[in-house]
């Protein structure tokens, strides 16, 4: 197994899924950013879960390397729909937005060539 690889996936493994916890365990953060996103706050435990079951795929792809492929391709589709949210309210701030859609669309890129 690749060490890129495996660095990769556990870099964004921990960045996702400690966004996951924050998200679930009701921390404001989450909440604030729903609010200034207008999303319903009943959507956080979802956003949540989400990026949960993204980290438990791209864990999993160590042992079936398609689940983690396609945990990657999902938390790509997570957060170009975060990105969307930011820009639909004119929202600017997207540094740490950034920071988690590189991590991600660089755990998919190294999935694929790693993988297939």
């Given at each position: 197994m690749s060490t890129a690889y495996t660095i990769v996936?556990?870099?964004t493994a921990f960045f996702t899924g400690s966004a996951a916890v924050f998200y679930l365990i009701g921390h404001e953060y989450p909440k604030a950013q729903a609010d200034m996103k207008r999303?319903?706050?009943?959507?956080?435990p979802v956003l949540g879960s989400?990026?949960?079951?993204?980290t438990i795929g791209l864990l999993a792809g160590f042992a079936v390397p398609l689940l983690g492929t396609l945990a990657a391709a999902g938390l790509f589709l997570y957060?170009?729909?975060?990105l969307v949210a930011h820009l639909r309210v004119g929202s600017r701030n997207l540094v740490g937005w950034a920071i988690f859609y590189v991590t991600v669309i660089t755990d998919l890129a190294i999935n694929v060539l790693h993988h297939h």
């Open positions: 996936t556990l870099v999303i319903p706050r009943r959507f956080v989400l990026l949960a079951a993204g957060f170009t729909g975060a």
